[in-house]
């Protein structure tokens, strides 16, 4: 066996030009890799900054404890209201409905793709599933306004769910999740070695239970960050819930005879998630150094809080079970 050792320059004045272009390369890398770090930290000073100045006019107690969400009348309003947590839960239920419809589907779609389909079909509905992936939100948005919601008016009454409402938005933005957690689970369990279902097999297994009982351990930290991910993602979204959503967070607290709104448990009731708001704030309806103005960068630091968490939780999961080959 005879191994090949790549050219070496003789020329000096080669070996100077190959010199220079690697440090080229390597400045430029650094360079890109120190934009990205600085833009990014730009970006959340800008944003806790702005959101600081919220809480100069505003309680920050007011902020987390308020149960209604009316910020755009003056703070010396009686009306005025600015409890987070009431676009908090409008935000919670779009995404706990997206992920009962993604979950189940994208899991679905990555077992079969990953231990069902034969190779050649699994070439060609791979890419066509990722592609879903790739439909902008609005095109989803206006699905769910005018399609979803008019079926779902249509078997359950007009009466009982409303024009806009978190369980249509709730459901499309589930479809378009299930792309990421079907692609990102199935490569999880295509990375699991033939050996251990082979050897599974060996031992007389079904291939539910190689599926189940192998296969599906085996990706545990895969699927899980590929879920956290999709939640992360589903809590980020704009155009889906702006659309079919809604635009008014109702008041968490019930009437002199009840603990909480029952509404806020409706999922046909309609509801305004935090990205909502901010479309909506910052679509005209807030003037710039405004109580409301600076709502908006408040709100977007709470949403960046949520989906940072999420991300961290999702690397400390794969960190920690992660299985290695």
Same mark, same amino acid.
């Given at each position: 066996?005879?191994?090949?050792?790549?050219?070496?320059?003789?020329?000096?004045?080669?070996?100077?030009?190959?010199?220079?272009?690697?440090?080229?390369?390597?400045?430029?890398?650094?360079?890109?890799?120190?934009?990205?770090?600085?833009?990014?930290?730009?970006?959340?000073?800008?944003?806790?900054?702005?959101?600081?100045?919220?809480?100069?006019?505003?309680?920050?107690?007011?902020?987390?404890?308020?149960?209604?969400?009316?910020?755009?009348?003056?703070?010396?309003?009686?009306?005025?209201?600015?409890?987070?947590?009431?676009?908090?839960?409008?935000?919670?239920?779009?995404?706990?409905?997206?992920? &009962?419809?993604?979950?189940?589907?994208?899991?679905?779609?990555?077992?079969?793709?990953?231990?069902?389909?034969?190779?050649?079909?699994?070439?060609?509905?791979?890419?066509?599933?990722?592609?879903?992936?790739?439909?902008?939100?609005?095109?989803?948005?206006?699905?769910?306004?005018?399609?979803?919601?008019?079926? &779902?008016?249509?078997?359950?009454?007009?009466?009982?769910?409303?024009?806009?409402?978190?369980?249509?938005?709730?459901?499309?933005?589930?479809?378009?999740?299930?792309?990421?957690?079907?692609?990102?689970?199935?490569?999880?369990?295509?990375?699991?070695?033939?050996? &251990?279902?082979?050897?599974?097999?060996?031992?007389?297994?079904?291939?539910?239970?190689?599926?189940?009982?192998?296969?599906?351990?085996?990706?545990?930290?895969?699927?899980?960050?590929?879920?956290?991910?999709?939640?992360?993602?589903?809590?980020?979204?704009?155009?889906?819930?702006?659309?079919?959503?809604?635009?008014?967070?109702?008041?968490?607290?019930?009437?002199?005879?009840?603990?909480?709104?029952?509404?806020?448990?409706?999922?046909?009731?309609?509801?305004?998630?935090?990205?909502?708001?901010?479309?909506?704030?910052?679509?005209?309806?807030?003037?710039?150094?405004?109580?409301?103005?600076?709502?908006?960068?408040?709100?977007?630091?709470?949403?960046?809080?949520?989906?940072?968490?999420?991300?961290?939780?999702?690397?400390?999961?794969?960190?920690?079970?992660?299985?290695?080959?």
């Amino acid at each position: 066996m005879t191994t090949t050792s790549p050219p070496s320059p003789t020329n000096p004045l080669s070996r100077k030009r190959s010199v220079v272009g690697e440090t080229v390369i390597h400045n430029l890398l650094r360079a890109a890799g120190a934009i990205s770090i600085l833009t990014t930290i730009g970006i959340v000073f800008v944003l806790f900054s702005e959101a600081f100045q919220l809480f100069l006019d505003v309680s920050i107690v007011d902020f987390f404890t308020d149960t209604a969400w009316r910020p755009f009348v003056s703070p010396d309003s009686p009306s005025f209201a600015i409890g987070i947590f009431a676009l908090i839960q409008g935000t919670l239920m779009v995404t706990v409905i997206a992920m &009962l419809v993604a979950i189940p589907l994208g899991l679905a779609s990555a077992v079969y793709l990953a231990d069902y389909a034969p190779q050649r079909v699994r070439k060609v509905l791979k890419p066509i599933l990722e592609v879903l992936a790739g439909v902008p939100t609005v095109v989803l948005g206006y699905f769910a306004l005018t399609a979803m919601t008019p079926a &779902l008016r249509a078997i359950l009454g007009e009466g009982t769910v409303d024009f806009f409402n978190p369980f249509s938005a709730g459901i499309v933005m589930g479809i378009m999740i299930v792309p990421t957690i079907a692609s990102l689970s199935e490569d999880a369990m295509s990375a699991v070695p033939d050996s &251990l279902r082979m050897g599974a097999y060996g031992l007389g297994a079904t291939k539910r239970q190689v599926v189940t009982q192998i296969v599906f351990p085996a990706a545990l930290s895969g699927i899980v960050a590929a879920i956290i991910l999709a939640i992360g993602r589903a809590v980020g979204e704009t155009m889906i819930v702006a659309l079919a959503g809604g635009n008014l967070a109702p008041d968490l607290a019930g009437t002199a005879d009840q603990v909480v709104n029952p509404d806020i448990f409706n999922p046909f009731k309609q509801v305004q998630t935090m990205t909502a708001y901010i479309v909506q704030a910052i679509g005209g309806e807030a003037t710039r150094g405004s109580v409301t103005y600076r709502s908006i960068f408040a709100v977007g630091a709470t949403l960046f809080l949520m989906t940072f968490s999420l991300n961290i939780a999702a690397q400390r999961f794969v960190r920690r079970f992660r299985e290695v080959y």
